[in-house]
């Protein structure tokens, strides 16, 4: 059985003061108990959150990760950065780091092969543009996306990997996709890792919707069979959060 997962990115949003006053707002009222809950926090909020979460079962994450693991990389984090400050998630190949900060698939690639190497979990990010929806070209974008990010990734290590579906068109703009729309996607997802590795590993690997989710339709997407949990962002800044994580 598949755990559920719910990660919050906050994107670039709350200073250190912000990010402790809203750990300390939710970290009573989230139910770790049934799902693995993490926050995933500007880089500069990383240590006082982490700090303000000892005691708890919430865990620390990053929004992006170089993949070398030292050197001439200005304004870069590296893996051993991250860990020693407590981080154990971090988010890959986000479609707003694709588009704004040049991410590809081929650095993608290079950093879930370093998280796997560093032993820290990474959650990666693909997902369809509205064009690519509206020509029917969505499971073929997303399956092109999995394939090339898992390139030369063992089936042992694939199912550390923990894989994002999140349109595009639903990130940020308040339209959803539907649970059958979400389902369907994150079902081909797992067809397409059990045809690169084996129906076991596509049992065991642990695929979040993310676009939109909220308080309001947590419920009937995470009830899917193939959506193990959700990627949120805008209500992962509120109280609402915690509505999302104690979805049942
Ligand atoms: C995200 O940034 O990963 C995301 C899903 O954002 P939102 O929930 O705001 O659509």
Redesign the pocket.
Known sequence: MRKKMIAG?W?MNKTPKEAVELVKLLKDKVNTKESDVVFCVPAIDILPVVEELKGTDIMVGAQNMHYEDKGAFTGELSADMLIESGVSHVIIG?SERRAYNGETDETVNKKLKKAIEKKITAIVCVGENLDERESGKAIDVVKGQVCADFKDISKDDAKKIVIAY?PLW???TGKTATAEQAEEVCGAIRNIIKEIYDEKTADEIIILY????NGKNAAQLFAQADIDGG?????SLKEEFAQIVNYK
Request: no cysteine.
């Open positions: 990115n994107k986000h999140e639903a990130i940020g993310g676009g939109s989710v990627l949120v962002g805008g209500a």
